[in-house]
């Protein structure tokens, strides 16, 4: 398992009328932590897509707790807890400076050959950085 986390402040343009997350802005907060995992790895989606490798998302699911609100200091923690194969999938939970969860997701995206637009494993290098957090 293989977990890490990322902060992100909570921007106006993010919140409602009445001054709280907006519930679509949610998947976007798990795209920065999903992408900032990928870099931990030295693998950014960049280097993925200049190899022809695309991560189109399959599924997205979210459960809401407690609504965030404008300027809170949110930390995102992804966290991979199967070895990848021909999909991946991260889980989610996003936390406030109090460290309630305010919710938690998932979100399982598959390896896809740019050319062929089929599914292919997951890359050797990939799999060779994140083995050693499963054994």
């Given at each position: 398992m293989y977990t890490s986390e990322t902060k992100?402040?909570?921007?106006?343009?993010?919140?409602?009328?009445?001054?709280?997350?907006y519930y679509g802005i949610?998947?976007?907060?798990?795209?920065?932590?999903?992408?900032e995992l990928m870099r931990n790895f030295e693998l950014p989606y960049k280097k993925l897509e200049d190899e022809g490798i695309m991560l189109p998302v399959k599924s997205l699911d979210i459960k809401?707790?407690?609504a965030a609100q404008y300027?809170?200091?949110l930390t995102i923690?992804?966290?991979?807890?199967?070895?990848p194969l021909a999909r991946i999938t991260f889980y989610y939970e996003i936390f406030n400076e109090n460290k309630e969860l305010l919710n938690e997701g998932t979100t399982?995206?598959?390896?896809?050959?740019?050319?062929?637009?089929?599914?292919?494993?997951a890359p050797q290098e990939m799999?060779?950085?994140?083995?050693?957090y499963f054994e």
């Amino acid at each position: 398992m293989y977990t890490s986390e990322t902060k992100v402040r909570v921007r106006y343009g993010e919140t409602d009328k009445m001054g709280y997350v907006y519930y679509g802005i949610y998947p976007l907060y798990y795209e920065i932590g999903r992408t900032e995992l990928m870099r931990n790895f030295e693998l950014p989606y960049k280097k993925l897509e200049d190899e022809g490798i695309m991560l189109p998302v399959k599924s997205l699911d979210i459960k809401y707790y407690k609504a965030a609100q404008y300027d809170d200091l949110l930390t995102i923690k992804t966290t991979i807890k199967e070895l990848p194969l021909a999909r991946i999938t991260f889980y989610y939970e996003i936390f406030n400076e109090n460290k309630e969860l305010l919710n938690e997701g998932t979100t399982t995206l598959v390896f896809v050959d740019e050319k062929t637009r089929r599914p292919r494993k997951a890359p050797q290098e990939m799999i060779i950085k994140i083995k050693p957090y499963f054994e």
